[in-house]
């Protein structure tokens, strides 16, 4: 059966485990201080209204962004609160009691504007930086280069630079098991350690591809509007992240498409690149934590789906 075929799964790495997502699951498995396994699940709720939205081109990008950052934020602070606890002290995170902004907000729409806070910043510096040389490069295009330049840096300086803690190591192997699983899954191959510790870690259809995709869209988008003072620039700015998300989602999608045909493929390459930094080659023991809860989502996918088929 050819990739196409298959149903299409995504995942997240998140701390020592993997999350996938499927049409009607998300499930994560994460290694705990005693080296037993642990499954978190949440079934893939749809809201009538969104459904119709995400049928959209460019504004179905926008809910799909909002919509995982909200969702694996849950997964996320599953996996914080306990992988490094002990399943016998469990009883310690009844005890503990929730912030006061997550109480009124939410854990999901916390993630959510977790994700717009991050964006405005790694687009708001770089505006107000290049802004710094208007005196020296003044010109409309060279000033748009120069604010995307420092925008590039900024984001591969952030990647590095966590990188280099071990947690946020950790984090990214999880990443590249994640990919070599999905590769794995979509050619075919059976999944045991082996056959998808061979397989690639980087994936066309990978957020992080996405992220540089919003630095490369900005760019060419912000050819076309003419600020006359800082002000405007920002504001312009502003205004055009929900634009920018909406395209390099489908710039994404396209890119992924794309990615068997002859010279067409290298499009996706520069996404490629950037997950040389976002992914790291994992050890056998986290491939097999991503297998678990690939195969976990798998085994409840197919019997929804039986579910389905007899009603």
Known sequence: ??????PLYGGQAVVEGVMFGGKHHYVTAIRRK????????????????????????FLRGLIAIIESSGNGTKHLNFSTDRFDLDPSEDYKLEEQEPSK?????????????????????????PTFLAALFMPIISGHVAQIMLESLFKLILLLGY????SLTPIIKRVFQYH??????????????????????????????CGSSFILFTVIVGLFLYLFFYPENLLERV??????????????????????????????????????????????????????????SFNELKRREEETEAQLSRQ
């Not at 059966?1 to 298959?6: A, D, G, P, W, Y």
């Open 1 to 6: 059966m050819s990739s196409e075929q298959k």
């Open 34 to 57: 005693d080296q037993s396994v642990d499954y978190f699940h949440l079934p893939r709720t749809y809201n009538d209204k969104l459904t119709k939205f995400k049928k959209i081109p």
């Open 101 to 125: 902004l997550s109480m009124v907000l939410g854990v999901a729409v916390l993630g959510v504007l977790s994700f717009l806070f991050g964006k405005f910043i790694f687009t708001l510096i």
């Open 159 to 162: 990647i590095y630079f966590v």
């Open 176 to 205: 590249g098991a994640e990919h070599k699983v999905i590769n794995a899954y979509e050619n075919g191959k059976d999944l045991t350690v082996q056959n998808v510790q061979a397989a690639s870690r980087l994936h066309y259809r």
């Open 235 to 292: 504001l312009i700015r502003i205004a055009l992240i929900p634009v920018v998300i909406g395209i390099s989602f489908e710039v994404l999608q396209i890119t992924n498409k794309l990615r068997d045909v002859p010279v067409l493929k290298y499009l996706g390459l520069p996404g490629l690149w950037l997950q040389l930094l976002t992914t790291k080659e994992p050890s056998d023991d986290q491939v097999e934590i991503a297998i678990l």
